[in-house]
């Protein structure tokens, strides 16, 4: 559902909250909804992928009269270079934000960073056992030390030994498989590298090379992101279930509103933390409160861990503050419209960057630094006390729209939730009722929003059509954002929108976990967390084919990212696809220029590694594609089940 | 002059063998000529740098109608970042070139590359003395060993200290200056992943910010050519003076006719010593002999320490197929036209890929490993034999035109050369000869060839005007295969085009070197290699910063790209503007689009930095502004010797 015309203006959101600020919004300024009409028509050869400006003598346009590159490119060598450059992109974000995590683990081992420390040593034990790291004799410190030198070898190192955060978190047949491939990568870095220079002018014109090298490329995504979620877990607590509320109803007229936005826990939490010590400097500026809200995925984060509300998520990131309402908006790293810096000038908002490397010409700037991270949250909170302040008096206007949700399903969380029903493996919890038929399977919902389809509205169609289908659903990112804005993660979706399958299953789960959840019930999806924490899906995607002794590609398990927006989106589709899973995308990259490139992701990618992509805008046909993945993949595993039974086998893995 | 309508194609290139086999082909083949025109007109939103494919919700392109992208990021923010995204990937290929190079060398330290060997002990002692690594008590394979461990350390590492190979190539207020405007980088991989990451769709919007890590970035390129040029030298020598011919002439109808192309010397040294051992096998089909001649830098290479005559530069690499008599074009990496597998199919040629990440769908693959390197050239040259067979009988029409060329000037066969005039400090010769008004200075000639301008004129245009104006010439790349076909590299050229002081002083060094050049004549200008090995040419500002005791934006040094067309180029251009150099660059790249963006290229660069860039693609005005630039230096170098002279002070680093 494109937006294309002024008349398009009015449901250009399926977020009520967002329509209500847009509609009641007298100050004529700009928003991404208005600057996206403005923009089009937009340029298909760029959409499609044929525009290539690798070198000077570019751009080259690939169409019927010119259907090759100055330099002789095809389509498909075209397409796949910048496929992958996107891929590197996308990687190399998450990369930054893991090896930041890695950074901080260092300095806080070295005594310079002493806001921080190991807040989880259960989690350090479960990584550094995976990691085979002997524990014994070892302090938390010196273990840590272990793992962060390790975890910077994946970054760095040049030797051609698998990434250890690849190997030890995929099933060894999938290992096997990327061996074979030649794309178990040397390192993060290196391969970003690599990479770059592969797709250099007068380099690679082979779209298989090159998308095999982009595999590569996403598996360091991969490694990267999980890096940066178990670091984050050490540092901040691993995520246990926490009952909050989302969307804009969520801010208060007499509190200092702060929005944490971006993507890094590492100043998130502190500015958490130290705003509840800082009511006293609230209640003489004449608050009542500070409180902290998400958006995207540094909400994400600090509502998992926190609990902290969710404010919104990526395409409505400007609107907050177009109520008047909100005091100080504090960015970090990705995903952060340069456009909210001309919103803020229209109200009162503080736009705070804090990174080095993501600034905004005409915002403040506190620079970040690990080793005074509590003082520069000070800094910060005091800057929007300040605007509260400039604010008493002011008219503001907040919508008040607002769910419950309930969210903090890591793993751990997961184990133990499902542990209540089936103590000595808890996963066979989920992989019985999917034998059973019980369930359909497992979908992890993910990715952002993309104001080339109505914002929020493929989510939640998607969610609810597979709801009704009995889908077991993880969720994270800016997905998780639209779901919660929506009031659809919480106990009362379970009721409204789960098959009975679903219904029955969640509600085993809470009798069973009716003393742990004090009164609270399991919503309908499952929040893994921000989009770095995709890998805890894939860590579930293992678990599964562990518990079944099956390869991922046989798991009845699919990613789908019905609003794919960022580089790092289409990095995590693509490794999702070289570890074995179906992976719809909501908004079709930019490769359909190449129907061989096309192909590849199409059809032969299934071929050589089991995932595949689909591309599907359209939600109700996107959720009928997904559950047939998913029928494809139960009903081989139940074939193949009978023929074991048959013939007195047992399931190998072989199968 | 661009090339713009069908009109034009009979004044394509100012090459004359090129325009001879462009006019006598009746295949109807199609080159990259042609493509240039079937690709008109170009974009200009790319042109300019303001379409923005960062993300999935574009391409947004900058206009009057919508002057900030959906993100709401300023034509500045998307101008800077695909600039250094594009540095980011020039410097990414010099990397992998440099890294493929320290790789192979500690596989011959492990025995396992037993073709190569340490052919120049005196270049490695003077990197291992310039590294400060102690010689003492250490065989050559060991220090070898610690000079490889360590330009893999600034490839890899993740601490802060500067890069070995910066450090200690430039003048220590040049490290000063970088340090102080934090643009020293970690190593080449750590900064290529920062860059990529901070270019992510919301993360930096500041250009100013943008830019300097671009320049980071660039600095990491320069690293990357130096340890690619230095240990090439130790692995095959460091160029002497060499005498051969240039352009298509140089094929024989009855030789077998291998042409060398790519940038990498690992695979085509070797090609060029079994070629002298299979002169058997060659006569056995019935050739007279096997030639071997290069194109692009990989041609360089070969040339400089070979003395392999030069076939053609970039953009005629197509042409060459065309007379018939070329057998087969080898090719490792970078600014390989996909384009050459066509013509080849008309013609007789062998298009032979060598590395795993340079291939052409439908080419023959040869897979380079440099255990085996004399094998797999044996296995090639076998390939050009069997072209050669089917060859016999068919017609070749081969253009005479050929040009006397004498190369081989590395910063070794300068300080030779200089040396003979002044024995104790040899650059002295030369910063005597400008301090007395005989030269007007040093330029550098650099950079590609480039469809948007005539082929070879600009190049040819700008040296002659500036050979008549005195100034001291040194040339790299594509822009030395231009004056090699041109029949601008060598001693006649001196005579027809040299102003009367550089006359002199080339007659000067004739004289003194009279013995050594035993009867060859130098040459209007002094070819340094590939272009890779533009860091000879910044040690030779260095060299000539410590003759006069000043910092490098002091030297009268400019370097000029006419034709600049790769990431590398607009990589190696940032470099030498954040190491104070003046550049300029005939082909204006993709910056035009952002005032600000332009504005800091082209001045702020220069307030900062002391280099700062000259888009300039008229030859003419283009010499008189490289003129310009060196007369500024000059005159106040002087000014200030007068000073010092007057005050009875030394001319100190300080003035």
Request: proline fraction near 4%.
């Amino acid at each position: 559902m494109a937006i294309t015309s002024e008349q398009d203006k009015k449901v250009r959101t399926a977020d009520k909250a967002a329509i209500s600020v847009l509609n009641h919004d007298s100050s004529g300024v700009e928003t991404a909804f208005d600057r996206y009409l403005k923009m089009q028509p937009q340029c298909n050869f760029g959409r499609t992928g044929v525009c290539c400006r690798i070198c000077l003598q570019g751009p080259c346009r690939i169409s019927k009269k010119a259907d090759k590159g100055i330099c002789g490119a095809h389509a498909y060598t075209i397409v796949a270079r910048n496929l992958i450059r996107a891929i590197t992109a996308g990687a190399s974000a998450h990369g930054d934000h893991g090896r930041h995590i890695v950074h901080t683990v260092m300095e806080m081992l070295k005594e310079k960073a002493p806001a921080y420390s190991i807040e989880d040593p259960q989690k350090l034990y479960r990584v550094a056992d995976r990691l085979g790291i002997a524990r014994e004799g070892k302090n938390d410190r010196e273990l840590l030390a272990e793992v962060a030198a390790l975890a910077l070898e994946d970054f760095i190192k040049d030797s051609t030994d698998p990434c250890r955060w690849l190997e030890s978190t995929v099933v060894e047949e999938r290992m096997q498989k990327l061996e074979e491939c030649n794309i178990s990568p040397r390192s993060i870095h290196t391969t970003i590298a690599e990479t770059m220079a592969q797709t250099h002018m007068g380099m690679d014109a082979d779209p298989v090379n090159l998308i095999f090298q982009g595999l590569k490329m996403a598996l360091c995504d991969y490694v990267g992101m999980h890096i940066a979620t178990d670091l984050s877990d050490i540092l901040f607590g691993t995520p246990k279930p926490v009952t909050t509320e989302a969307n804009f109803g969520i801010m208060e007229e007499d509190t200092v509103n702060i929005a944490l936005h971006g993507h890094n826990p590492l100043l998130s939490e502190m500015i958490v933390r130290v705003a509840r010590q800082m009511s006293a400097e609230a209640e003489a500026a004449g608050a009542r409160a500070i409180k902290c809200m998400g958006i995207c995925c540094t909400g994400n984060e600090v509502l998992m861990r926190q609990g902290v509300p969710v404010l919104t998520n990526f395409l409505s990131q400007e609107l907050p503050m177009m109520t008047g309402a909100l005091d100080a908006m504090v960015v970090d790293v990705q995903c952060i419209m340069p456009g909210i810096k001309a919103v803020s000038e229209c109200f009162n908002t503080r736009i705070v960057t804090t990174m080095p490397n993501a600034k905004i010409p005409g915002a403040y700037h506190v620079a970040f630094a690990e080793e005074e991270a509590e003082a520069k949250a000070r800094e910060i909170i005091g800057l929007a006390i300040d605007a509260f302040k400039e604010r008493k008096g002011k008219v503001v206007s907040i919508p008040q729209i607002k769910h419950k949700v309930t969210a903090g399903f890591s793993m751990e969380a997961l184990d133990d939730l499902l542990g209540a029903v089936s103590p000595d493996q808890p996963f066979k919890a989920l992989t019985d009722a999917i034998d059973s038929g019980q369930l359909r399977g497992v979908v992890l919902l993910a990715g952002c929003n993309n104001l080339r389809v109505l914002q929020d509205h493929s989510h939640n169609e998607i969610i609810r059509e597979l709801a009704r289908n009995d889908v077991f659903m993880v969720i994270t990112g800016c997905a998780a954002g639209s779901a919660a804005k929506m009031g659809l993660m919480n106990d009362e979706a379970v009721e409204k929108y789960a098959g009975e399958g679903l219904k029955a299953f969640i509600h085993k789960l809470n009798e069973a976990n009716k003393d742990k959840l004090e009164g609270n019930k399991l919503p309908l999806l499952f929040h893994m967390g921000s989009c770095v924490d995709n890998s805890r899906a894939y860590d579930l995607v293992t678990v599964l084919a562990r518990q079944w002794g099956i390869d991922s590609p046989k798991v009845p398990f699919v990613a789908s990212a019905p609003e794919a927006m960022s580089e790092k989106a289409v990095s995590i589709g693509s490794w999702f696809v070289a570890l074995g899973i179906p992976t719809h995308v909501g908004v079709v990259p930019e490769v359909t220029g190449s129907s061989l490139v096309n192909g590849i992701a199409l059809q032969i990618a299934e071929d050589v590694y089991g995932g595949y992509f689909i591309w599907e805008e359209d939600p109700v046909k996107a959720a009928q594609k997904i559950l047939k993945a998913l029928n494809e993949r139960t009903w081989k595993l139940k074939l193949h089940r009978q023929m074991a039974e048959k013939y007195d086998t047992a399931l190998s893995k072989s199968y």
